[in-house]
């Protein structure tokens, strides 16, 4: 219950009012108020232990401490322990060993650290007490009793001065009442026999505690036995070699609560301390000061418990300590950030209090967490309770000179009115047409009900110019009075009929499909031919069904209506007799007057169609008349041209001549042969008709070359080609194999292509039962017996699911189910690709299930994954690489990527297929597939700052366009928000997505 000085010297220190924790005069000082913090864990068992009691420093500034761990009334305590508290990390040593201690009290160390107790056998009341004083010399571990025949009634507070005096303060309050003034006993040095050294001018109460300065002088605690109802306490002085106590009391102010002395305590420089049992708070003595010279520590109160303090220690720095009974603890006053939520409805205060700051340390303001106040808005801290702005903000940091209180500072959320109005063809219900509602709150929404066929379009407050929906609306925040107006799209209706054309033209006999296209309020159109009802001015000349298909049957002239929902449109149909152009028909003409479609109107008289039978197989062969449909894309400047045929027909031919296809590639457009089981739409371009007819020599008439697109059902031998891969490499044929051919011939010479510039697309219709989901992909199936995958994407055209094939060649295609899922990416960020990559054939697995995502990937190995990915035909002819063989498994993977310009080998002739491949290097080649797949012009100036990434300068400079290329694609990204890593390694998982990406951004998948 004390502290012993090592030091000889007194130095006057700590006058006037100011609170120092950290009396060395370097050291920076406190200035204002502190607080109770923690300096050991709380105890959590009941009711009273394990209860720290008594504290006292070393010359190491190690703290030692009394406890007990329980107290029964009048009774023995039990487990009564002494421990010293480590200065560096606070580790606590068990020092009890054989004290047998039973109440142990107080505790003191002299200059040499022998360490000194007072024990009882009960806490203070009982007859059969027995107190005893015992001494543990420094460096061992045997307790020896010094009580030397002294029978003190009830021992309480131990102290030991500089020269190894002992002394004990000693009060008999036996059976609960006071017999007899306390005393104050003195061992000598090297003496065995104790000495009173009491005086008469002791109160008739309970000595509690002594300490002794560096000079000798005595001071001890008196408390009133009865408690504060007898009055206040005393603190007598008996000053070095005087015989007579002094009194040194505190003065206390009139009408203020009794001072009540517990623990004392005295630092280095002999100034005193004090517990008031009252308050918790600590008094100081100046030394030899009287009592009108205490100050009092200014203490900010813990809100988190109350505080029940009961001794006082002091370490060498000036910080001070003290046992609490309600905490169970010993705490240390120190400086530290008190939050106050003014008043906050929901969520906790910060918890900074728990943590204490020395002088020359900076607390950072918390921020507002959960903390919330009904109808305020959180501004942030200030040291005022009545402040309306706030001083400090989350982050902000404070010097911690003293505690701080920060008081929450609430801005009232105002109220706005807001008015909803329904607009001309409708009305609104639900929360009402005006509210009032909280600023910085969302709207409440009211229910809109359009009148009969409005359609409600969305609310505005700019008188239309925006709308939002009411989803949008929910999520905006009212920031003033407003209005908003409800607006409503009137009911839709007809207001015109158009018709294909108001003139048709047909040999007796013909027939035209009549296209009905309405007109609605909105602007909108819509194909009605099967609705509407049609009728004829004279059914002698022409006749019209009611799906509008027209028959000429006499020569003459009649109108046609259409008629929709009260509006018309007329057509003047003039019928002649067909010119006889003196030769005979040839072929089996079925049709000769069959439709084609440009630009998605059916034109009559364009083509004609015969049907044959070759080699078992029906044929149907539509051929185009060059002139009426020159004559067409001259007059219209038509961009497309559709030759549908249906029926059971196995091969059908659109047939033109290269005239035709020079015009229509003058017009940028496109052929398109349209059947049950699939579609071909080819640029004309894509012929390239020029180059085509160089084949056959110079000087010949394109008109003369005869042009051939064809669809046409696989052979049987080609379908078995495909059962039985599809048994080697585990696919299912979902629809069997259709053959693409394009065949140029000039006098008995003919020319097949094959090979495209960019992308063409095809069509394979799926079969009805079929679900799109089990439809993985299409694939070419080689003259080999072999597949390969091409880009392939599931479609709906008229109701029917189609698989759209692009490809830049001319094979044989079929549809195939082959789900694939690799062990190892099933909880992997990359699983979704690396898993369809693999389903579509363009990956491989490692064997075993496997496919090892983070491994890296060779560049022979991203050479092949891009062949696969971009469904190239293999090539077989040599490579210009000195390091890659006929023989290797890539060497025509290698030969392929680099005929399509995809890679590229290094300054000595070498490729290095089994390097690994970097991130600058990937992006290059990837860049380069995106002009293969036209997605480079998709992103045509898009700028990248490359300088957004701090390893940018790492990047080599023939890779720069090729970077910028993948990342304003979004194709690849750094490794993180500002890390290209251009020099990394890419990952076989990184690689599945990135082509995963192209394709999908390139709307190949």
């Known amino acids: 219950m004390s502290f012993m000085l090592t030091l000889a010297l007194l130095v006057p220190y700590g006058e006037g009012d100011t609170a120092y924790a950290r009396p060395a005069p370097t050291a920076p000082a406190y200035t204002g108020p502190l607080t109770w913090m923690d300096y050991t864990v709380r105890s959590v068992n009941s009711p009273l232990g394990p209860v720290p009691y008594s504290l006292a420093f070393d010359g190491q500034d190690n703290l030692y401490v009394t406890k007990f761990t329980n107290i029964v009334s009048n009774g023995p305590g039990i487990a009564s322990k002494v421990e010293k508290i480590s200065k560096y990390d606070q580790s606590v040593t068990d020092i009890t060993y054989n004290l047998a201690g039973t109440y142990t009290v107080g505790i003191a160390l002299d200059h040499n650290e022998n360490v000194y107790v007072t024990d009882n056998s009960t806490s203070g009341n009982n007859v059969s007490n027995v107190a005893r004083i015992k001494k543990l010399t420094s460096g061992t571990d045997t307790w020896t009793d010094i009580t030397n025949g002294l029978t003190p009634r009830y021992a309480m507070g131990v102290a030991a001065d500089r020269l190894g005096n002992v002394y004990v303060v000693d009060s008999d309050n036996t059976n609960g009442s006071l017999v007899s003034k306390p005393k104050v006993f003195k061992l000598v040095s090297g003496q065995q026999s104790w000495t009173e050294i009491s005086d008469a001018s002791f109160p008739n109460t309970v000595a509690f505690d002594i300490v002794v300065d560096t000079v000798g002088n005595l001071f001890v605690s008196f408390i009133p036995y009865s408690g504060i109802g007898g009055g206040g306490g005393k603190i007598l002085k008996l000053a070095y070699g005087a015989s007579n106590w002094t009194d040194v009391t505190p003065t206390t102010p009139q009408g203020s609560l009794p001072f009540i002395p517990y623990g004392l305590s005295v630092d280095q420089f002999d100034n005193v301390y004090v517990v008031n049992m009252i308050n918790g708070g600590i008094k100081k003595l100046g030394y030899n000061g009287d009592s009108d010279n205490w100050t009092e520590f200014v203490i900010m109160s813990d809100p988190l418990s109350s505080l029940s303090n009961f001794d006082v220690a002091v370490d060498s720095l000036g910080y001070i300590f003290s046992t609490n009974m309600s905490r169970k603890n010993v705490n240390t006053l120190m400086a530290t950030v008190i939050y106050n939520g003014m008043g906050n409805t929901s969520g906790t205060v910060p918890t900074e209090q728990l943590h204490g700051y020395k002088p020359d340390e900076f607390a950072t303001v918390a921020g507002q967490g959960s903390l919330a106040k009904t109808n305020h808005t959180f501004s942030g801290w200030d040291t005022s309770s009545t402040a309306t702005t706030a001083v400090y903000a989350a982050g902000d940091i404070i010097p911690m000179t003293q505690s701080v209180t920060l008081y929450a500072v609430w801005t009232p959320i105002p109220t706005y009115t807001v008015t909803y109005v329904a607009g001309n063809g409708g009305s609104i219900s639900g929360s009402g047409s005006e509210i009032v509602a909280q600023g910085g709150s969302p709207l409440s929404v009211p229910v809109v009900t359009p009148d009969q066929g409005y359609i409600f379009l969305g609310w505005s407050s700019d008188g239309g110019a925006t709308l939002l929906t009411n989803v949008q609306l929910a999520s905006v925040v009212i920031t003033g009075n407003i209005t908003y107006t409800a607006y409503f799209q009137p009911p839709v209706t007809v207001t015109g009929l158009q018709l294909d054309s108001t003139n048709y033209s047909l040999y007796n006999g013909d027939t035209h499909e009549t296209v009905v296209t309405a007109v609605y309020s909105d602007t909108t159109t819509l194909d009605v031919s099967t609705g509407a009802l049609y009728t004829s001015s004279d059914t002698n000349v022409v006749t019209v069904n009611s799906t509008g298909l027209v028959t000429a049957k006499a020569n003459g002239q009649a109108v046609i209506t259409a008629e929709y929902e009260g509006q018309q449109a007329q057509a003047t149909v003039t019928v002649s007799a067909r010119p006889d152009t003196g030769g005979g028909s040839s072929g089996t003409t079925t049709n000769p007057g069959i439709e084609i479609i440009v630009d998605g109107v059916k034109q009559g008289q364009l083509a004609t169609a015969k049907q044959d039978t070759v080699n078992g197989r029906k044929v149907t062969t539509v051929l185009l008349d060059s002139g009426k449909v020159s004559e067409k894309l001259s007059r219209d400047n038509s961009k497309k041209l559709t030759i549908p045929v249906s029926g059971d027909s196995q091969v059908v031919t659109g047939q033109l001549d290269g005239g035709l296809v020079k015009l229509l590639e003058t017009h940028d457009a496109?052929?398109?042969?349209?059947?049950?089981?699939?579609?071909?739409?080819?640029?004309?371009?894509?012929?390239?008709?020029?180059?085509?007819?160089?084949?056959?020599?110079?000087?010949?008439?394109?008109?003369?070359?005869?042009?051939?697109?064809?669809?046409?059902?696989?052979?049987?031998?080609?379908?078995?080609?495909?059962?039985?891969?599809?048994?080697?490499?585990?696919?299912?044929?979902?629809?069997?194999?259709?053959?693409?051919?394009?065949?140029?011939?000039?006098?008995?010479?003919?020319?097949?292509?094959?090979?495209?510039?960019?992308?063409?697309?095809?069509?394979?219709?799926?079969?009805?039962?079929?679900?799109?989901?089990?439809?993985?992909?299409?694939?070419?199936?080689?003259?080999?017996?072999?597949?390969?995958?091409?880009?392939?994407?599931?479609?709906?055209?008229?109701?029917?699911?189609?698989?759209?094939?692009?490809?830049?060649?001319?094979?044989?295609?079929?549809?195939?189910?082959?789900?694939?899922?690799?062990?190892?990416?099933?909880?992997?960020?990359?699983?979704?690709?690396?898993?369809?990559?693999?389903?579509?054939?363009?990956?491989?697995?490692?064997?075993?299930?496997?496919?090892?995502?983070?491994?890296?990937?060779?560049?022979?190995?991203?050479?092949?994954?891009?062949?696969?990915?971009?469904?190239?035909?293999?090539?077989?002819?040599?490579?210009?690489?000195?390091?890659?063989?006929?023989?290797?498994?890539?060497?025509?993977?290698?030969?392929?990527?680099?005929?399509?310009?995809?890679?590229?080998?290094?300054?000595?002739?070498?490729?290095?297929?089994?390097?690994?491949?970097?991130?600058?290097?990937?992006?290059?080649?990837?860049?380069?597939?995106?002009?293969?797949?036209?997605?480079?012009?998709?992103?045509?100036?898009?700028?990248?700052?490359?300088?957004?990434?701090?390893?940018?300068?790492?990047?080599?400079?023939?890779?720069?366009?090729?970077?910028?290329?993948?990342?304003?694609?979004?194709?690849?990204?750094?490794?993180?928000?500002?890390?290209?890593?251009?020099?990394?390694?890419?990952?076989?998982?990184?690689?599945?997505?990135?082509?995963?990406?192209?394709?999908?951004?390139?709307?190949?998948?």
């Open 670 to 1005: 496109e052929i398109q042969i349209a059947t049950d089981k699939g579609s071909y739409t080819l640029p004309a371009s894509q012929i390239n008709i020029d180059a085509i007819s160089e084949k056959f020599g110079t000087g010949l008439k394109l008109e003369d070359l005869t042009i051939r697109i064809q669809i046409s059902e696989a052979s049987d031998d080609q379908k078995a080609q495909a059962q039985a891969a599809s048994q080697t490499d585990k696919f299912q044929v979902i629809v069997p194999p259709v053959d693409f051919d394009i065949v140029v011939s000039y006098k008995g010479q003919s020319v097949t292509l094959d090979k495209f510039s960019s992308y063409v697309e095809r069509t394979i219709t799926i079969p009805d039962g079929v679900e799109p989901n089990q439809i993985t992909t299409g694939v070419v199936v080689e003259p080999d017996g072999t597949i390969r995958h091409v880009p392939t994407k599931i479609v709906v055209d008229g109701g029917k699911y189609r698989a759209q094939i692009n490809s830049l060649t001319n094979s044989t295609y079929a549809v195939v189910w082959h789900p694939l899922s690799f062990a190892d990416v099933a909880k992997h960020w990359a699983k979704g690709a690396v898993n369809s990559m693999g389903s579509r054939m363009i990956i491989e697995g490692a064997g075993n299930g496997l496919f090892n995502p983070d491994q890296d990937i060779t560049r022979a190995e991203f050479a092949a994954i891009l062949v696969r990915g971009l469904g190239l035909k293999p090539v077989g002819s040599s490579v210009p690489f000195s390091d890659v063989k006929a023989q290797d498994w890539y060497s025509s993977a290698v030969s392929t990527a680099y005929g399509y310009g995809l890679v590229a080998g290094f300054e000595d002739g070498s490729f290095r297929p089994n390097d690994r491949v970097t991130r600058e290097q990937a992006m290059v080649m990837m860049a380069k597939a995106m002009q293969i797949t036209g997605l480079t012009s998709k992103t045509s100036g898009v700028e990248i700052v490359l300088e957004q990434y701090v390893d940018a300068n790492e990047m080599s400079s023939w890779a720069r366009e090729g970077v910028i290329d993948c990342i304003g694609t979004e194709l690849v990204s750094g490794r993180n928000s500002d890390v290209l890593a251009p020099k990394a390694n890419m990952t076989r998982a990184e690689v599945a997505s990135i082509v995963q990406r192209l394709l999908q951004k390139s709307e190949l998948i």
